[in-house]
Nanobody, 129 residues
Framework: QVRLVESGGGSVQAGDSLRLSCAAS????????LGWFRQAPGKEREFVAA????????DYRDSVQGRFTISRDNDKKTVYLQMNSLKPEVTAVYYC??????????????????????WGQGTQVAVAS
């Protein structure tokens, strides 16, 4: 089974940018739908972005649309989350997740955390006001 390790988090000022990376090892990377989720203190884990196996389809939660971009490099077995114009409200631990699938499935499947079978340990993003 694939293993995931996030990196790239840190403490930044409002308006700054960060690029999170999630490196995978093991498994067949191209057979996994990938997602980013986040969890702030006292809050439930929530969907941020998802990307299909080939990278041709993506989806985002409304509040990050236009500011965050998810992408993947199947040769490097890495999924990225580019975050621009950061606001204090996005402060959270960010997790990447993988869902194995051989068949083509709708991107909507990747919006639910319960659909993912593999999770990374998370990387902290803190945005100061």
């Amino acid at each position: 089974q694939v293993r995931l390790v996030e990196s790239g988090g840190g403490s930044v000022q409002a308006g700054d940018s960060l690029r999170l990376s999630c490196a995978a090892s093991g498994g067949t990377f191209s057979r996994y739908m990938l997602g980013w989720f986040r969890q702030a203190p006292g809050k439930e884990r929530e969907f941020v972005a998802a990307i299909t196996r080939s990278g041709t389809n993506t989806d985002y939660r409304d509040s990050v649309q236009g500011r965050f971009t998810i992408s993947r490099d199947n040769d490097k077995k890495t999924v990225y989350l580019q975050m621009n114009s950061l606001k204090p409200e996005v402060t959270a631990v960010y997790y990447c997740a993988a869902k194995h699938t051989i068949l083509t499935i709708p991107i909507s499947t990747g919006l639910d955390a319960a659909a993912y079978s593999v999770w990374g340990q998370g990387t902290q993003v803190a945005v100061a006001s």
